[in-house]
């Protein structure tokens, strides 16, 4: 099998081939597009070697062939054939052709109305792609031609796969992932006619138009074209609300859709796992999560409990979300909690977990619980109380005995699902012996292994060179040797360690090497994750691979596949891992594969604080968050052992956990911070305190957050160094600027700005200029947020990273705003909220989906503003962000009272100003008074007029133009309640005049007490 | 030395060409190749030959060898099998091993 469409891999048979790097990859690489076809020798110099004169590489590419034949290890697959050379394979055995056929097949099922099998083969097709086409390849000019037919096959493939969904009614899962599509093929009208009708079909007709606003002005801008006629029908048939548009399923869509034609929401292993003999108890597990909420299987270790249930899961994922959960690593409640974070992917900590399990029918399984009992009990109550819609399966070999559980006892296999299992697997190795056939021996064997899967496994791992009469000798001899007669240990247990040991005893001292290295990870590893490791025990970089290899095909290692991406993991079972570690301590190398494993961390974490600032920021993040737990091992052991390395493997994630809104990377830090003391250097010091700093504004605790900047810029003066003083100075800006202080936070970052003039630091200088224009804006200084803008504008041409893009649209976005452009405000602010939804920017998201409520207000779209704002205060509390829940409800209460939903704004805006006064303020601390104040007031409330006249005072003094029209607009209506309608005129008058200067922060729907101040007064001066 | 003239070489060392044998053993302490310096061991039943081969071999091949070899010094013949039938099914050329596998010893 040849897979060519990302990093170049090869297999022949069940053998990964290790394909020679450059040259040699490219040539095989240009034989493999031409399968089966001689390609010319003259051709083959000229496209791989294009600047040399014709025929000098001539040598220099036999002996790549011959390379490529040794990695091969099969001299024919290369023909040599008059004038040139021949890939002998069936071309279906490569990938980019399959897929080309593929492309074609799917549409032709679409065509004559089979969806759900354009679907299955579309996605699947699709799930060959990672990345970009033919990456491993490089850049010479015959293969541009390949790329862009295989992109315009990936293309095909979207098109297809989601024309089909559409049609199987599956619109709002779509609407998830066409943005995904159109960052990639952003000219491409069809995709977009696609993405329009599957917000319109979710029932999202604001966000149909909007995009198809998107489409238009793109085209005219970049291309000087106009939509295209289908197009522009359309938009037609969005505004006439066409009913045959909104039709979610065909007339083709027979039934209940079964097939889930993307990855569904699950992490379940992509490899299926062939599961023999548990097909009764395959059913009652089904029986048992649909009856009960929570399922326990409790058996033995090796008796297949994770098998069973993930066999069990696989059968729910199309109808609600499964997710799999391992806890072989996690030693407390927050490492549980972290772990299902991790695996649901869910930026934030327990209540974002908690919002996303809310949302629909899932299933969790939490596999390998008996060694944390108590906490995983408790948290399994905890999901099962707050989340409703959950069910949880859960493996373990003790029963947590939560109340309502059903048990559920696995037993071993029985004599003959033992033997097939044996026979089945053993049959992948070579045909079974006479022997084998008459299976006396092989019931031997197994009764002798207890039927238990897992030593089964292993013992049918071995066929490959050993007959089963050779096995049961040797593991009768191992039993004898291992007997003991005096050992507590269950019989099985010592059955499954005795197999175990027989199998490692086997094994090449490499081999053995390579599963200590494998038993250090925890949750597995990449490939160049292991292969580094293992080097630290001495076996080569070149032979890890061929290592792995070989402990997957004895099953003492599991391969994990990311459906979503192909990332290959390589992981022990627990009894494996366990096994191995402990073997690895006693041979003395645990302890150098530890090592190895934090400094492959912490060389990660150091290429990490500067990736994760640049155009490959999506793979540092994907890194932060796969590796969580290895990373938190890392951790843990440096603490101990090398307390500096933990500093530096914290510090390098530090704005890796700040972009995901990893909430526990403060702990982090600290932890390491404290462990390190005085080896710890000042700048190190001061790195970690603005990074916690950050971390504890983003949550809300300004107090501690503003001390850490301090002492860090305490560090930064004593040490003379203006490139970290000035980092410190706009991270202050960052946090005031949540206390509503934007005069300072101006102020620090004109400060950080001199101290960075003459350093070479276009990152901060954009950072720094974008939060100097966000304070400019919110003081409604339209020429300094300008001025700010322009300067970040130019800033990012030079910085690749997507964040702070992102956030310079953003800030176009709350500019438009200030200068009364609200329809290009909403414009720029819908696009921020959908890049930071696709690149799970949590916090981002749901600061930015604020400000868009607040935008499409202003614009006069209004009811959809207040439904924005209300997703903008979900959003935040999912992340546990109360502060950025609380300036959200002011809004939303300001809209809300404007609208005359007096109880529900009353409701929005104490529970938000409950949470500004306990945090001790906060940004629109003051106008949430206000608005809480003037409705006391108007209500009648003793102290209401008391209380409005206060704000007023503060708000003149602050020059805050917004809380002073309704402070006026308050007491005027005060004074005319009373019937003093000159007061009344005279406040009113002033406000309108402010309102000129604060027209971009509220409209005149929010002053509700200014009309209702004009009414009295008037009745006034008519009676 | 091509990869040809080694093999004839080993082939001839397990032979039992003492000329051959003489001239890998006085190389074993200063040849690089891993597979002369654990025939000499083998040869010589010296253990720390092999152990200086285990230092010198990279390949896969090279290291599978040297640690049946190290197997076999150590009189552990349960796993010289083991493992030699393992080696030999992806480098069924391997001399040495087969040798080895066969009780290695030289001809003369």
Not at chain 1, 18 to 35: D, H, I, N, Q, Y
Not at chain 1, 70 to 94: N, Q, S
Not at chain 1, 184 to 197: D, G, K, M, S, V
Not at chain 1, 227 to 235: C, F, G, I, N, V
Request: charged share 25%; glycine share 6%.
């Amino acid at each position: 099998m040849f897979s060519l469409l990302g990093q170049v891999d090869v297999r022949v048979g069940a053998r990964l081939v290790r394909v020679p790097a450059g040259k040699s990859t490219e040539l095989l690489v240009r034989l493999a597009l031409s399968a089966g076809e001689v390609v010319r020798t003259d051709v083959l110099l000229d496209d791989l070697w294009p600047d040399d004169p014709a025929g000098t590489q001539r040598n220099t590419l036999q002996s790549k062939v011959a390379r490529l034949r040794r990695a091969l290890d099969d001299p024919h697959l290369i023909e040599t054939c008059e004038g040139g050379y021949r890939l002998a394979v069936d071309p279906t055995t490569i990938d980019a052709h399959a897929v080309a056929a593929d492309a074609v097949a799917a549409r032709r099922f679409h065509d004559i109305g089979d969806d759900r099998q354009a679907c299955s083969l579309s996605a699947t097709a699709l799930a060959r792609f990672s990345g970009d086409v033919l990456a491993g390849v490089g850049d010479n000019a015959w293969i541009l031609p390949h790329r862009a037919r295989l992109d315009d096959v990936r293309l095909s493939l979207l098109e297809t796969n989601f024309a089909a969904r559409l049609r199987l009614g599956l619109a709002s899962e779509i609407v998830n992932e066409t943005p995904a599509a159109l960052s990639r093929y952003p000219y491409h009208e069809a995709l977009w006619a696609l993405h329009i009708t599957a917000l319109y079909q979710s029932g999202r007709q604001a966000d149909a138009l909007a995009a198809y606003q998107r489409i238009r002005i793109l085209l005219a801008d970049e291309l000087g074209l106009e939509p295209s006629p289908p197009l522009r029908k359309l938009e037609e048939r969005i505004l006439r609300q066409d009913p045959a548009l909104a039709r979610v399923a065909s007339e083709h869509d027979a039934g209940p859709v079964v097939v889930r034609s993307t990855p569904p929401r699950s992490n379940l292993p992509a490899l299926d796992v062939d599961l023999i003999g548990r097909q009764r108890e395959t059913g009652e597990i089904l029986e048992l999560v649909k009856a009960r909420r929570l399922v326990e299987i409790v058996g033995p270790g090796g008796v297949g409990k994770t098998t069973l249930a993930i066999a069990a899961a696989r059968m729910l994922v199309d109808d609600r979300d499964v997710w799999l959960v391992r806890l072989e690593s996690a030693a407390t409640l927050e490492d549980i909690i972290d772990a299902t974070t991790s695996a649901l992917g869910v930026a934030g900590g327990e209540p974002a977990l908690i919002e996303r399990l809310r949302a629909g029918p899932a299933v969790v399984i939490f596999d390998n619980c008996e060694h944390l009992i108590d906490d995983a009990a408790a948290w399994t109550e905890r999901l099962l109380e707050h989340a409703p819609p959950v069910r949880v399966l859960l493996t373990s070999q003790t029963a947590l005995d939560v109340p309502g559980s059903a048990v559920f006892h696995l037993d071993p296999l029985d004599l003959e699902q033992s033997v097939e299992l044996f026979l089945k697997r053993a049959n992948l190795h070579r045909e079974p012996s006479e022997d084998e056939r008459g299976q006396e021996t092989v019931r031997e064997l197994c009764r002798a292994l207890d039927g238990l899967p897992l030593a089964i496994e292993l013992a049918a791992a071995r066929t490959r060179t050993l007959s089963t009469s050779e096995i049961v000798r040797r593991l009768d001899d191992r039993f004898a040797v291992l007997h003991d007669p005096t050992s507590r240990k269950p019989e099985r247990r010592r059955a499954l360690r005795s197999t175990i040991q027989w199998s490692y005893d086997l094994l090449f001292a490499d081999d053995q090497r390579g599963l200590c290295a494998i038993a250090v990870f925890n949750g597995g590893a990449a490939l160049s994750a292991v292969e580094s490791v293992a080097a630290s025990l001495g076996v080569p970089s070149s032979t890890a691979i061929d290592v792995v290899g070989r402990l997957v095909s004895r099953s003492l290692v599991v391969v994990d596949v990311d459906s979503n991406d192909d990332h290959r993991r390589y992981r022990l079972l627990e009894s494996i891992k366990a096994f191995a570690f402990e073997q690895g301590r006693a041979d003395g190398i645990a302890q150098i594969a530890q090592r190895a494993h934090a400094e492959w961390y912490a060389d990660a974490a150091d290429a990490s604080t500067s990736g994760v600032r640049g155009a490959g920021q999506d793979t540092h993040l994907m890194f932060a968050r796969r590796e969580r737990s290895n990373i938190d091992t890392a951790l843990s052991w440096c603490r101990v052992n090398d307390p500096t390395m933990a500093l530096r493997i914290a510090i390098g994630f530090g704005w890796a956990w700040i972009v995901l809104g990893d909430t526990r990377g403060a702990e982090r830090i600290e932890t390491a911070l404290v462990s390190a003391g005085v080896l710890a250097t000042p700048g190190q010091r001061a790195e970690a305190l603005l990074l916690i700093g950050w971390i504890e504004a983003s949550t809300g605790h300004l107090q501690p957050a503003r001390s850490r900047v301090d002492e860090a810029t305490a560090i930064a003066r004593l040490l003379d160094d203006p490139a970290l003083e000035a980092k410190c100075a706009y991270y202050l800006a960052y946090i005031v600027s949540h206390d509503g202080e934007f005069e300072l936070g101006l102020e620090l970052t004109e400060r950080a700005a001199v101290l960075m003039d003459e350093l070479d630091l276009p990152w901060d200088k954009a950072a720094n200029g974008l939060f100097a224009a966000r304070a400019a804006t919110s003081l409604g200084d339209g020429q300094r947020a300008t001025e700010k803008a322009e300067a970040v504008t130019a800033y990012l041409r030079v910085v690749d990273d997507p964040w702070l893009h992102v956030r310079g649209d953003a800030m176009l976005g709350e500019l438009a705003r200030l200068q009364r452009r609200f329809d290009d405000a909403v414009s720029h602010l819908r696009r921020t909220t959908e890049a930071c939804r696709y690149r799970s920017y949590a916090q981002a998201e749901a600061y930015q989906t604020t400000s868009l409520g607040r935008a499409q207000c202003l614009a006069g779209d209004i009811e959809t503003g207040v439904a924005t704002l209300s997703r903008g205060i979900e959003k935040a509390e999912a992340i546990g962000d109360s502060r950025m829940a609380a300036l959200a409800r002011v809004h939303l209460g300001r809209v809300l009272r404007g609208l005359g939903r007096t109880a529900e704004a009353r409701s929005a805006l104490e529970n938000a100003v409950t949470w500004q006064r306990n945090a001790g303020g906060g940004e629109l601390a003051l106008l949430g008074e206000c608005l809480l104040a003037a409705m006391d007031a108007a209500d009648g409330v003793t102290d209401g007029p008391r209380r409005v006249a206060a704000i007023l005072g503060q708000a003149r003094s602050r020059s805050d133009r917004p809380v002073e029209v309704f402070a006026l607009d308050a007491a005027a209506r005060i004074a005319a309640s009373k019937g003093d309608a000159d007061t009344a005129r005279a406040l009113l008058a002033e406000a309108d005049d402010h309102m000129a200067h604060a027209d971009h922060f509220i409209s005149e729907a929010d002053r509700v007490d200014a009309r209702s101040a004009r009414a009295e007064s008037s009745k006034s001066e008519d009676t | 030395m091509t990869e040809e003239e080694m093999e004839a070489r080993i082939r001839r060392a397990i032979g039992g060409d003492r000329t051959t044998v003489d001239e890998v053993r006085e190389s074993a302490e200063s040849s690089p190749s891993p597979r002369i310096v654990v025939l000499a061991g083998l040869l010589d039943g010296r253990l720390e030959w092999a152990e200086r081969a285990a230092g010198l071999a990279s390949t896969r091949c090279d290291r599978q060898t040297v640690a049946i070899a190290v197997a076999h010094l150590l009189g552990d013949h349960e796993l010289v099998d083991a493992l030699a039938r393992d080696h030999l099914v992806d480098f069924p050329e391997s001399l040495i091993v087969a040798w080895v596998a066969s009780g290695a010893k030289a001809d003369s």
